[in-house]
């Protein structure tokens, strides 16, 4: 099984920065591109950002020249630097992540649970 587990959500005032981090486990063979994702209330869940297994990276509009997605191949983790945070960023984060597990043929998305970024003064 796989597990994907973020961390580093919470309450922060405009302005602010949080860094999001997430990490996966478990019988993976290789991972392909990992993003986040993030659900604010009564809205559909959208794209924050994506890396590829490369390296190459993109980008909401909404969040460009903010915040940073990067990962650590090593580790199995992406990471979201999230700065110059607004109050529309309060949301649930989610990371996903493209895996092909162990002995697996195909590609699978997985999902964390999601992490709740509060931006309010």
């Known amino acids: 099984q796989v597990q994907l587990v973020e961390s580093g959500g919470g309450l922060v005032q405009p302005g602010g920065s949080l860094r999001l981090s997430c990490a996966a486990s478990?019988?993976?063979?290789?991972?392909?591109?990992m993003g986040w994702y993030r659900q604010a209330p009564g809205k559909q869940r959208e794209l924050v950002a994506i890396?590829?297994?490369?390296?190459?990276?993109n980008y909401a509009n909404s969040v460009k020249a903010r915040f940073t997605i990067s990962r650590d191949t090593a580790k199995n983790t992406v990471y979201l630097q999230m700065n110059s945070l607004k109050p529309e960023d309060t949301a649930v984060y989610y990371c996903?992540?493209?895996?092909?597990?162990?002995?697996?043929?195909?590609?699978?998305?997985?999902w964390g649970q999601g992490t709740q970024v509060t931006v309010s003064s």
């Open positions: 890396i590829s297994s490369g390296g190459s990276t």
């Open positions: 996903k992540a493209v895996i092909r597990t162990t002995g697996g043929w195909y590609w699978v998305d997985y």
């Open positions: 478990g019988s993976i063979s290789s991972i392909n591109a």
